[in-house]
């Protein structure tokens, strides 16, 4: 019902910057909030931003700073510019959406995940 598409991953040094995108397309009513997600192997997955319907961001204390989450709620998209990279920032990077989406029945409320993209940061 949702199609969460990332670009923008790949491989950066050390102090470089690199910007995230997450197009949503589907049978969106409306988006209540947007996120960026990541995964390092052998970690948990954790929050890395958010951005909520009214505009309002939260980062993760390891970003704050570093990181800006931005979305164009026009064409349902959502940025994550990062800069002053780090190698701990290395992960595979998940767009996430919390969306009403129209079906037969009426609205629906669901949460969707993108394929992820890759983020290598080297020293």
């Known amino acids: 019902q949702v199609q969460l598409v990332e670009s923008g991953g790949g491989l950066v040094q050390a102090g470089g910057s690199l910007r995230l995108s997450c197009a949503a397309s589907?049978?969106?009513?409306?988006?209540?909030?947007m996120g960026w997600y990541r995964q390092a192997p052998g970690k948990q997955r954790e929050l890395v931003a958010l951005?909520?319907?009214?505009?309002?961001?939260n980062y993760a204390d390891s970003v704050k700073g570093r990181f800006t989450i931005s979305r164009d709620n026009a064409k349902n998209t959502m940025h994550l510019q990062m800069n002053s990279l780090k190698p701990g920032d290395t992960a595979v990077y998940y767009c996430n959406t919390d969306a009403t989406v129209v079906t037969d029945t009426g609205v629906e409320r669901y949460d969707y995940w993108g394929q992820g993209t890759q983020v290598t940061v080297s020293s």
């Open positions: 951005i909520i319907s009214g505009g309002s961001t």
């Open positions: 589907g049978s969106i009513d409306s988006i209540n909030a």
